[in-house]
């Protein structure tokens, strides 16, 4: 299995902030990436695919990039409505995993 | 407008069996391939496994097989997830999510509380 891992955990920052989160595959996985934001008590919502793809109708405050091993999800300028958790997770092959998840906390 | 509506919260006793559905509409149901994830309270994101609506063939995470069922009703547009020999540690949210035709997850359904306890 293809194991996901994020960076930070978790992290503080304020509004305004530009905000970073790093994924790392176990192995490479081409650009086989997505990113998915989570709200307490609500499902996830799909913000970016093929690594820097952003979904109809997400901001063009986040951002994605990377391939291979090494992915980056930024959020340009931090608003009240972007305080969540983040998640990564891989499409390349099967099973599908996602990384532990960030969580982006108000400072 | 794509949606995927799921069952309501269900509380089941061990050993039991859960069936939770999905219900797609506004697009075409066997086009698109269905998957469930499962999130653990407090906890984070788990593939449980897919199904093709199309052809109904399924495939599951290693760590179901053998408990966990998918199946699809093509006249109501509906996939639906089995879950047998529940046990306490099966607490969870499930989650149905469709596979767009970027081959990642799209569109998600609301989520299905299922508690296991005696």
């Keep these: 299995d293809i194991q996901m891992t994020q960076s930070p955990s978790s992290l503080f920052a304020s509004v305004g902030d530009r905000v970073t989160i790093t994924c790392r595959a176990s192995q490479g996985i081409s650009n086989y990436l997505a990113w998915f934001q989570q709200k307490p008590g609500k499902a996830p919502k799909s913000l970016i695919y093929a690594a820097s793809s952003l979904q109809s109708g997400v901001p063009s405050k986040f951002s994605g990039s990377g391939s291979g091993t090494e992915f980056t999800l930024t959020i340009s300028s931090l608003q009240p409505e972007d305080f969540a958790t983040y998640y990564c997770q891989q499409y390349n092959s099967y099973p599908l995993t996602f990384g532990g998840g960030t969580k982006v906390e108000i400072k | ?118």
């Design chain 2, 1 to 118: 407008q794509v949606q995927l509506v799921q069952s309501g919260a269900e509380v089941k006793k061990p050993g039991a069996s859960v069936k939770v559905s999905c219900k797609a509409s506004g697009y075409t149901f066997t086009s698109y391939f269905i998957h469930w994830v499962r999130q653990a309270p407090g906890q984070g994101l788990e593939w449980v496994g897919t199904i093709n609506p199309g052809g109904g063939s399924a495939r599951y995470a290693q760590k179901y097989q053998g408990r966990v069922t998918m199946t699809r009703d093509t006249s109501t547009s509906t996939v639906y997830m089995e879950l047998s020999s529940l046990r306490s540690e099966d607490t969870a949210m499930f989650y149905c999510a469709r596979e767009g035709a970027s081959s990642s997850l799209d569109y998600w359904g609301q989520g299905t509380l299922v508690t296991v306890s005696s």
